[in-house]
């Protein structure tokens, strides 16, 4: 259905913008409503005019040196923010000349027509605006560092989470989770769209978390990191699926196996060597088990104590 515009304007307007104007909105599909086109002699203005308001989309008000101080314009723009406010009508003020906005309209947006005998571009936005068509870019892909990490670690960004995956995994694969080059988490993040400088605030809000820490060396260079056993808690609760049976499969080699290296225990349940080292580090603080370790890395296990075995008990 076409869309039905009220023109709300002075007589003097009339010829210099308002019958071409109007003109040119019914050529671009618009009903526009114009006393000249819609009054008959014998007609009652004022049922004619509030008729045009009443079944209205928008109403259009021409505001100029001539119209900013007539009655009837002040009406219709009364009758018109009362529509505007009941029935949502849209309010489009066209302004003709440097003249005083009514107090009304000051907070709506108003679109200026400084050459009246080439608007092109002010017609279209106010077309735009009949027809609620807004000009504006289609939404492209998500970046893919947003779909990496779906499950965000507990109060920390996207960015952070997978620039703390990105380390994790990379030490698991080394089997390994200290000296972790930091050029190799930030080319790798960069694959994902993330920023150089973006990646490096992450890594500092980890190393200022004790998630990871940044081995600086001489002139502040900080070429390494390692995985704090937080920081590698906190990715392995977010990102192994299997990681609690996984610590209780580790128990059980331990137990019911007497399986004492991180090697063996690795072969057997089919996990790097790196993650069960991690969980030798978590039951000794926890006071389950000594370690022996090598290079500060938790190898083989020393001493059982007996509560290691409550933690098996159904």
């Keep these: 259905m076409n869309p039905k515009v009220f023109i709300s304007h002075a007589t003097e307007d009339k010829e210099r913008f308002v019958l071409g104007f109007a003109q040119k909105l019914r050529e671009k599909g618009v009903d526009a409503w114009l006393d000249k086109w819609e009054m008959l002699p014998g007609d009652s203005i004022v049922e004619k005019i509030y008729e045009g308001i009443k079944t209205a989309k928008a109403i259009i008000v021409v505001l100029s040196c001539n119209s900013v101080g007539k009655k009837w314009v002040r009406e219709e723009i009364d009758a018109a923010m009362v529509k505007r406010v009941n029935k949502g009508c849209l309010l489009i003020p066209v302004v003709l000349d440097d003249c005083e906005i009514p107090e009304c309209l000051q907070s709506t947006i108003w679109q200026k027509v400084t050459d009246l005998g080439s608007y092109e571009e002010p017609f279209n936005r106010i077309l735009s605006a009949i027809y609620e068509h807004r000009e504006k870019p289609s939404l492209g892909d998500v970046p893919e560092f947003a779909k990496a990490a779906i499950n965000p670690i507990p109060g920390y960004t996207n960015t952070d989470s997978i620039i703390l995956k990105i380390a994790c995994e990379k030490g698991l694969a080394k089997n390994m989770l200290l000296s972790i080059e930091t050029v190799e988490v930030i080319e790798d993040a960069g694959k994902l ?91 000794e603080t926890n006071g389950y088990v000594m370690t022996s370790k090598e290079r500060g890395v938790r190898k083989q ?3 059982v104590s007996p509560k290691l075995k409550r933690l098996l008990a159904p």
């Design 193 to 283: 769209g993330i920023s150089e400088e973006t990646a490096w605030d992450s890594l500092e809000v980890l190393d200022q978390d004790g998630l990871v820490e940044l081995l600086r060396v001489v002139g502040g260079h900080r070429p390494y990191l390692d995985v704090s056993a937080l920081g590698m808690e906190r990715y392995a609760e977010t990102y192994i699926m299997d990681y609690e049976a996984m610590k209780t499969q580790v128990v059980s080699c331990v137990v019911n196996n007497n399986m004492e290296g991180a090697s063996e225990i690795s072969s057997k349940i089919g996990k790097p060597v790196s993650l069960i080292e991690h969980i030798f580090l978590l039951l």
């Design 301 to 303: 296990i020393i001493h």
